[in-house]
Antibody, heavy 122, light 105 residues
Framework: QVQLVESGGGVVQPGTSLRLSCAASGFTFSNYGMHWVRQAPGKGLEWVAVISSDGGDTYHVDSVKGRFTISRDNSKNTLYLQMNSLRAEDTAVYYC???????????????WGQGTPVTVSS | DIQMTQSPSTLSASVGDRITITCRASQSINYWLAWYQQKPGKAPELLIQKASSLQSGVPSRFSGSGSGTEFTLTISSLQPDDFATYFCQQYHADLTFGQGTKVEI
């Protein structure tokens, strides 16, 4: 069965960096686009970024553009989110999510990980 | 951006009740709407895609309907396992979510 296991979250100070990882199993990782979605405490879900199956195309929402970078290593079945210049408003649970096809235009989120919490605080 | 307005935010119900959750889009999204269930501390699960297509393995008491800007998720007879938070998501243009509906006893 599909499994997505996030790691790398924690408590960090504003302005610092963090890299999240997501280990995927139970499906052919290199065939599917992947997303990061976050949920701030007491708030709704917010789409963060998407990457195509081969890693050649990416899209980041405006609130993280220039600070966050989504990437993947298909040889390791792993998705990443490099987060730089972190702000208090980036505090959230970050979910790794599989989509149902291979391009960055694929936006049906068919399997989610359990999330990893990130807290940005001084 | 397409805004998704979900209501109610909280719904109190009992086992056996029929419940309906509504999701409205700020512009037409055709039928590009999904519904998810999330239990505390667990990963969200996809229930319905394309407004009304039930995912494999999802009980038939769940159903979705609607098109354009107004959509509903109905649970025909609420079971103990159904007490959770439900949220909608449009995938017509970019990707946005409703604020969620917590179904509680």
């Amino acid at each position: 069965q599909v499994q997505l296991v996030e790691s790398g979250g924690g408590v960090v100070q504003p302005g610092t960096s963090l890299r999240l990882s997501c280990a995927a199993s139970g499906f052919t990782f290199s065939n599917y686009g992947m997303h990061w979605v976050r949920q701030a405490p007491g708030k709704g879900l917010e789409w963060v970024a998407v990457i195509s199956s081969d890693g050649g195309d990416t899209y980041h929402v405006d609130s993280v553009k220039g600070r966050f970078t989504i990437s993947r290593d298909n040889s390791k079945n792993t998705l990443y989110l490099q987060m730089n210049s972190l702000r208090a408003e980036d505090t959230a649970v970050y979910y790794c999510v599989k989509t149902d096809c291979n391009s960055i235009g694929c936006r049906l989120l068919d399997y989610w990980g359990q999330g990893t919490p990130v807290t940005v605080s001084s | 951006d397409i805004q998704m307005t979900q209501s109610p935010s909280t719904l109190s119900a009992s086992v056996g009740d029929r419940i309906t959750i509504t999701c409205r889009a700020s512009q037409s999204i055709n039928y590009w709407l999904a519904w998810y269930q999330q239990k505390p501390g667990k990963a969200p699960e996809l229930l319905i895609q394309k407004a009304s297509s039930l995912q494999s393995g999802v009980p038939s008491r769940f159903s979705g309907s609607g098109s354009g800007t107004e959509f509903t998720l109905t649970i025909s007879s609420l079971q103990p396992d159904d007490f959770a938070t439900y949220f909608c998501q449009q995938y017509h243009a970019d990707l946005t979510f409703g604020q969620g509906t917590k179904v509680e006893i």
